[in-house]
T-cell receptor, first 114, second 111 residues
Framework: GAVVSQHPSWVICKSGTSVKIECRSL??????MFWYRQFPKQSLMLMAT?????????EQGVEKDKFLINHASLTLSTLTVTSAHPEDSSFYIC??????????FGPGTRLTVL | QKEVEQDPGPLSVPEGAIVSLNCTYS??????FMWYRQYSRKGPELLMY????GNKEDGRFTAQVDKSSKYISLFIRDSQPSDSATYLC???????????FGKGTHLIIQP
């Protein structure tokens, strides 16, 4: 149980384009989903927290207009990186949590912006 | 001072040895403490979850939390080459939902 999937697993795009990453909880309903970013040899940094049906809460320093998060159902959250630039290249990882339980992480999406 | 400090290693030990991994933290509001294992280019996998101070054992893994010292540990007994990975400590508390991670320790178990 507690399986979280992400799609795509990797993506390469041109600078200025937008990229959408999906995060799904496969065998449970996730009341809360989280998006993290991990640069090489660095730790995971929380970008935003989203609850189903409400607006995401962004961490300080994360541009909400650049990183659009939608949590339309209890099993799906999406992160859209708008007008991506090379400095946005990173490993994006989502996690999902049922009410009161711990977070389970997806396998991550490696984004490379050329 | 970062909220969570963790030695990035690498830590290299022979197979069968007992491994000790540690994190220190500064935020006294943290109440929930976790250890994750992450293989290269993969998402973190939850290994241990503890609440407040104390010990918790699960198979070859033992997690310890000392809130008075703001210090947590993960012990791995009878280490195996398959245990080679990056181990991340994480914690939360004070009303925050998201996790604060350490940098991760790169562990290498030599056959």
């Amino acid at each position: 149980g507690a399986v979280v999937s992400q799609h795509p697993s990797w993506v390469i795009c041109k600078s200025g384009t937008s990229v959408k990453i999906e995060c799904r909880s496969l065998d449970f309903q996730a009341t809360t989903m989280f998006w993290y970013r991990q640069f090489p040899k660095q730790s995971l940094m929380l970008m935003a927290t989203s609850n189903e049906g409400s607006k995401a809460t962004y961490e300080q320093g994360v541009e909400k207009d650049k990183f659009l998060i939608n949590h339309a159902s209890l099993t799906l959250s999406t992160l859209t990186v708008t007008s991506a630039h090379p400095e946005d290249s990173s490993f994006y990882i989502c996690s999902a949590r049922e009410m009161g339980n711990e977070q389970f992480f997806g396998p991550g999406t490696r984004l490379t912006v050329l | 001072q970062k909220e969570v400090e963790q030695d990035p290693g690498p830590l290299s030990v022979p197979e069968g040895a007992i491994v000790s991994l540690n994190c220190t933290y500064s935020n006294s509001a943290f109440q929930y403490f976790m250890w994750y294992r992450q293989y290269s280019r993969k998402g973190p996998e939850l290994l241990m979850y503890t609440y407040s101070s104390g010990n918790k054992e699960d198979g070859r893994f033992t997690a310890q939390v000392d809130k008075s010292s703001k210090y947590i540990s993960l012990f791995i007994r009878d280490s195996q080459p398959s245990d080679s990975a990056t181990y991340l400590c994480a914690m939360r508390g004070g009303g925050a939902d998201g996790l604060t991670f350490g940098k991760g320790t790169h562990l290498i178990i030599q056959p």
